[in-house]
């Protein structure tokens, strides 16, 4: 059984920094895509980077690209989120997801998701 399990989140002010981790289990982590996920109060979820583990090829979604950093520690099968330079409208619960892929890094196409986590930034 495919299991993700977030830790990380916590509240920050704006500027601030936070690393999100994703521990993963059951499946083979090398083979799968991983993305990070985030659904602030009152909207949709949304993608923020996607991590083709097999080659470490990494996407972004414009509005984190720069901030972001998403990584992986493959003796662990655990994914990582690297937040930089917070600000409030980062505000939101944090979803990371794995797909054997391949996948685009869209919410609707990634099968296995964690509980999430939450992340405030103030003002």
């Known amino acids: 059984e495919v299991q993700l399990v977030e830790s990380g989140g916590g509240w920050v002010h704006a500027g601030g920094s936070l690393r999100l981790s994703c521990a993963t289990s059951?499946?083979?982590?090398?083979?799968?895509?991983i993305g990070w996920f985030r659904q602030a109060p009152g909207k949709e979820r949304e993608a923020l980077a996607c991590?083709?583990?097999?080659?470490?090829?990494?996407y972004y979604k414009t509005n984190v690209k720069g901030r972001f950093t998403i990584s992986a520690d493959y003796a662990k099968a655990t994914a990582y989120l690297q937040m930089n330079s917070l600000q409030p409208e980062d505000t939101g619960v944090y979803y990371c997801?794995?797909?054997?892929?391949?996948?685009?890094?869209?919410?609707?196409?990634?099968?296995?998701w964690g509980q999430g986590t939450q992340v405030t930034v103030s003002s």
């Open positions: 991590l083709v583990l097999d080659d470490e090829i990494a």
């Open positions: 997801a794995a797909d054997p892929g391949p996948v685009p890094c869209e919410v609707a196409e990634f099968r296995s």
């Open positions: 059951g499946f083979r982590f090398d083979d799968y895509f």
